[in-house]
């Protein structure tokens, strides 16, 4: 979808929509084709724009509107979303969202390689260069429409996902981070096995830091979205914590001897963070006991690395020609 829309120069904004859409609610003994749609907006400027080239367009791809042999109708559904901009901007996000679920170009812009967690702002945030100048329209569409917004940090060059629709970005983005980091055809299984084990552990740690800040603060699953975080979990030390201060990386094994395997991006950041850094060993054996705790080193960097207690064992080398 998101590759046929490339040529439109502009998608519209709420106040255009919201104009268009309850223009055809009271119209609707009057049959519109296209030519008539553009005419109501001829010479027009709304949000200091005067090319609507592409809103229409838009409008049918995500069943807004409707087309029936050359009659534009509005979508019934929507009738009763038409009562205020904010409502309608609520609903066109929705049907807006529906209609890029399995769109490949969607999914490219929305991949877990351009998100990452903004600790200041305990939010999922994308970056600019995700969009490309190819994709600017659609950008500015979900700017318009609330969906991201300016990062308030003008140095940093990405934007802020809107909390008010996460629940979107988990319907139709999450599914498919989901399935990438799967991998190749041949360790599929297996990795789906994997990844069925850490997303059990990192619900569990979920669950567990609620609890143990009483229920007070929203904790972050910042592995759901992004995969080079180099944490899991974004939490609080305490429950009057203001800003997030515990970022857990979530580690599940089986039987008697704690185990994991430590990426060289989680040891970096927790190189970093140091006493902001915690490890949270999950035994999966476990974990389904009413009074299990995981095991919880701060630190790891001083409290694993250098200490005899824990044997340490290189599992991969990086060996490069040297010229």
Known sequence: MLRELRKY???????????????????????????DIDKLFFNKIIDDRSVFDGCVELALKIDI?????????????????????????????????QALKNDDEFHNIFCSEHLSHDIIYKSLQINNAAFGLK?????????????????????????????RYKRLFDKSVLPEIKKRKIGIEEFRESMEQKQIYGEE?????LNFETKRLNQKKKIDWVAEYVVNAGYDIASYDNEYDDNQNRFIEVKSYEGDTPYFFWSKN????????????????????EINKKSYHPIMKQNPFESILKDDEWDKQVDKYKISLIY
């Open 201 to 205: 552990a990192e619900k569990f740690v």
């Open 135 to 163: 994709y600017s329209n659609f950008k500015q569409l979900l700017i318009d429409f609330k969906t991201i917004k300016n990062h308030p940090t003008p140095q940093i060059n990405c934007f802020i996902i809107n909390s």
């Open 266 to 285: 989680e040891y970096e950041v927790a190189k970093v963070k140091k006493n902001e850094y915690w490890i949270y060993l999950v035994n999966r054996k």
């Open 9 to 35: 120069s502009n998608f519209g904004t709420p106040n255009y929509f919201f104009e268009l859409l309850t223009t055809l609610k009271k119209n609707q003994d009057v049959s519109f084709r296209r030519r």
């Open 65 to 97: 509107l409707n087309n029936s042999e050359g009659l534009i109708t509005l979508n019934t559904g929507i009738y009763n979303y038409l009562n205020s901009v904010n409502q309608m901007v609520d609903k066109f996000n929705e049907h807006l969202f």
